[in-house]
């Protein structure tokens, strides 16, 4: 059972670049979510999923877009990379909003 | 405004040296208080959920507790392995997740 899968694991970018990180889940969660977690700053929602078909902002969206492919697929798209985006990124997901969440392993992105 | 705050920021203690570690929350009605470790490189990695004050949860040397203010991770006799970054968040009444910014725990053999 993989739980939640996160690619690539590491990953950079020059300055006006685009990415997809892709995420995976194969627990049958409803709720899927993007962080980024920087030194002194914790975890920080970018944005997320409550169900499928559903996509909201969470409390730093600016710069990401996202798509909910289907149940399992959560992908987190940067249009034109700048490098105060540089962080980790984590895909978590949970049954439901309110519930605990499982996360993936993390995406390093460095932009230079 | 909600959040979570946690403290202290870092802690080391010596093996079988019990301590807690404290999380504040102001959380417009509270769904969920969660606690979370972190590894160096990886992921979150899911602890407790507790929903309402007075609840209590244990997991081998851990114990977490809720009130209405707060919530403690009381670590018992600690051993090396147990130094992670322990993280606490809470859901409020939109299913507003807010992270606190996590305690660092090392724990000297």
């Known amino acids: 059972n993989a739980g939640v899968t996160q690619t690539p694991k590491f990953q950079v970018l020059k300055t006006g670049q685009s990415m997809t990180l892709q995420c995976a889940q194969d627990m049958n969660h409803n709720s899927m979510y993007w962080y980024r977690q920087d030194p002194g700053m914790g975890l920080r929602l970018i944005y997320y999923?409550?169900?499928?078909?559903?996509?909201d902002k969470g409390e730093v969206p600016n710069g990401y877009n996202v798509s909910r492919l289907n149940k399992r697929e959560f992908s987190l798209r940067l249009e034109s990379a700048a490098p105060s985006q540089t962080s980790v990124y984590f895909c978590a997901s949970s049954e439901a909003l309110y519930t605990e969440a499982f996360f993936g392993q993390g995406t390093r992105l460095t932009v230079v | 405004e909600d959040q979570v705050t946690q403290s202290p920021e870092a802690l080391r203690l010596q093996e079988g040296e019990s301590s807690s570690l404290n999380c504040s929350y102001t959380v417009s009605g509270l769904r969920g208080l969660f606690w979370y470790r972190q590894d160096p490189g990886k992921g979150p990695e899911f602890l407790f959920t507790l929903y309402s004050a007075g609840e209590e949860k244990e997991k081998e040397r851990l114990k977490a507790t809720l009130t209405k203010k707060e919530s403690f991770l009381h670590i018992t006799a600690p051993k090396p392995e147990d130094s992670a970054t322990y993280l606490c968040?809470?859901?409020?009444?939109?299913?507003?997740?807010?992270f606190g910014k996590g305690t660092r725990l090392h724990i000297l053999p």
């Open positions: 968040a809470a859901t409020n009444r939109d299913d507003k997740i807010i």
């Open positions: 999923s409550a169900s499928e078909g559903t996509t």
